[in-house]
């Protein structure tokens, strides 16, 4: 009686997340004629005509590109910034470091839209408005207090013994981030990359803001502007959201595992 | 190999004294050891002759070189952890050519390198495993392999056989002593087990709030302890502590007391010298039995005496029960006398 109650609890937490994908999913192939009707919940028949008209009607290869190369590059530069932070914070004990936590902590507190006008006016001055670099700067510098600290959490888990001991074995502190304690710590980077990743993946706000052509505009902005000034082509913009979450509930499928040790690493050894 | 020097080295973490003015000279090739109760910060005076803690105040000094500004990968010490801290992502020959490499040895030297060691430890057989599949004996010789590769100026050793179940205990206990017989290597040993200490060390310093009570051979240390904190410590079972008006009208320790006032002497007994019977003795005083202590060769009567926990050794062939009245003797020799206010050795 009891475990059916949790199976039912659990099978309605899940249609509830699950409902507005399969909703999506089920939009994007259903025929333009049912497309505002209702019922049917179920098409009569499926098409990929929609999946064709992104492609081909939009530049949808050039955003999801742009999105790749955002969001990666993203992953890859808060990924090295966090390590090298995250390692000092947890091992080197520099003076003030949980005043620095406490900042980092604090830093992710702020709401987005309070940067957005000064990082519009930075970002032109640096002449990086509508280019994924600057688009990768901004995301880099939203991501970082995550990754600080997922990431002194991480290496925080790892003995402090085994730094020493590297210490002692002839490393200098660098070499022994090196060769003992990144590689100890990949479980970490992977957790932290796969979220910057999906954060920058997500990212709409700024992305909207710093971009004005397909030179950057990322997958997101770009649905967005899919509904023209008579009509909204749910069709296409429910193709397009479909083909955008694919990537990131595959990544997240395929590394479930990683992200969940490492959301609790250091949980459990204080 | 080289001597290690600590001169008026001082740590301190806020209120907590690990060292304060603490000076010592380690001869070359000694086996030397910090002996102290759990939580007292042994592991620190470690860390600071590593490298990786600095002092508060104070110098460091290894082969007749200052270090103290050294950074560790430029002290030549080797390290040997409690926990073994084995590197997780290395197989066992990984482990053991890892402070090799660092110094750049490579290719065909390295690997005669990493298979003589591997031979002395019996760690043939492991080369290919990871950490994680080794038993914590085997953990505990690849640790000491590491430490060992490299022929370093002086071991550091930081409770290596903390972890280890009592029967292994013993084994790497005897693998470290014959490490330290074959190669001489300085070694400065850090433990809270007495018997430990006793039984590896050429000279144990016993620590106190970051002071050292005593430092002297093993042999020493137990026959004549420089106060009642040593005393206790060392030896086990611990030494009986009892007032001397406690003792009153014993004629051996009338002997010993040569006239001190007995309101300011606090005897020291161990308990293998006190000799409990059941049967009257001459000169015995009488002793409440409260509990009896099989141990194998021995017997240990606890019993009170006006007041005061007295321990001895049942007299081979008697029998006593709890709640019996038995009576207890000591030799003269027996006897240490310490100061009741300070703790200090009397004689």
Redesign the interface.
């Known amino acids: 009686m009891k475990r059916a109650l949790v199976w039912l609890g659990l099978a309605a937490a899940c249609a509830w997340s699950v409902a507005p994908f399969a909703w999506q999913v089920l939009t994007s192939l259903k025929p333009q004629a049912e497309l505002e009707r209702l019922p049917p919940l179920l098409p009569a028949a499926l098409t990929l005509a929609h999946y064709e008209a992104i492609f081909a009607g939009h530049p949808f290869g050039r955003l999801i590109l742009n999105s790749v190369v955002v969001a990666a590059g993203t992953a890859v530069l808060a990924l090295a910034l966090g390590a090298l932070a995250g390692f000092a914070l947890a091992k080197l004990r520099p003076p003030g470091r949980s005043a620095v936590l406490a900042g980092v902590v604090a830093m992710s507190m702020l709401p987005p839209i309070a940067t957005v006008s000064p990082l519009f006016l930075m970002v032109g001055a640096a002449g990086l408005r509508d280019a994924l670099a600057g688009l990768v700067l901004v995301y880099t510098a939203f991501a970082l207090p995550l990754a600080v600290w997922l990431m002194t959490q991480f290496f925080r888990g790892i ?1 402090d ?12 502190a660098a ?1 022994a981030f090196a ?2 304690m990144l ?2 710590a990949v479980p970490g980077l992977t957790a932290t990359g796969l979220l910057v990743f999906i954060l920058a993946w997500n990212e709409f706000m700024y992305a909207l803001t710093l971009t004005s052509s397909v030179a950057a505009r990322t997958v997101p902005v770009g649905i967005a502007l899919f509904p023209g000034l008579h009509e909204v082509p749910w069709g296409e913009i429910a193709a397009g959201a479909v083909v955008a979450t694919a990537p990131v509930v595959l990544l997240a499928i395929a590394f479930q595992r990683r992200v969940l040790e490492g959301l609790t690493a250091g949980a459990v050894k204080g | 190999m080289a001597e290690v020097r600590l001169e008026r080295l001082s740590k301190r973490f806020g209120a907590l004294a690990v060292a304060e003015e603490l000076s010592l000279a380690i001869a070359d090739g000694e086996l030397f050891t910090f002996l102290g109760p759990s939580g007292c910060g042994k592991s620190t005076l470690l ?1 600071i002759v ?3 803690e600095p002092p508060s105040s104070g110098r460091v000094w290894i082969g007749g070189r200052d270090v103290t500004d050294a ?3 430029r ?1 030549d ?3 040997v ?1 409690q ?1 073994y ?1 084995l ?3 290395l197989d066992v020959a990984g482990n053991l050519a ?2 090799l490499r ?2 750049g040895v490579t290719g065909g030297e390295l690997r005669a390198e990493v298979e003589r060691v591997a031979a002395t430890l019996g760690l043939g057989p492991l080369l290919g495993k990871r950490p994680r599949e080794l038993s914590g004996g085997q953990r505990q010789r690849v640790a000491l392999g ?1 430490a060992l590769i490299r022929r370093p100026a002086a071991f ?1 050793m930081d409770e290596p056989l903390s972890n280890l179940d009592a029967a292994l205990r013993l084994e790497i206990r005897e693998e470290i002593k014959r490490v330290h017989q074959a190669h001489a290597i300085t070694t400065l040993y850090v433990t809270h087990d007495q018997e430990e200490a006793l039984a590896l060390s050429d000279r144990v310093a016993v620590l106190k709030d970051g002071r050292i009570q005593q430092c002297d051979p093993p042999g020493e240390l137990y026959a004549r302890p420089a106060d009642t904190f040593v005393a206790r410590f060392v030896g086990s079972p611990p030494m009986n502590l009892v007032p001397a008006t406690a003792l009153a009208g014993h004629a051996a320790l009338a002997a010993r007391l040569a006239g001190r006032d007995p309101d300011a002497v606090t005897v020291g007994l161990r308990p293998q010298q006190v000799e409990v019977h059941a049967t009257a003795r001459p000169g015995a005083q009488p002793l409440e039995v409260a509990l009896v202590e099989p141990a194998g060769a021995d017997t240990w009567i606890i019993g009170g005496l006006r007041g005061n926990r007295l321990q001895g050794k049942l007299a081979p062939g008697e029998r006593l029960a709890p709640g019996a009245r038995g009576g207890f003797t000591f030799a003269a020799d027996a006897v240490h006398l310490f100061d009741a206010a300070s703790g200090r050795r009397l004689d």
């Open positions: 003995p013994e085994l730094y020493v001991a590297a210490r002692v074995d002839g490393c200098s070499g060769k003992v590689p100890l | 860390h590593a490298g990786v950074p560790p990968q002290r010490v080797a390290m952890f926990s801290a590197y997780p992502h890892f402070p660092n110094r590491r550091l």
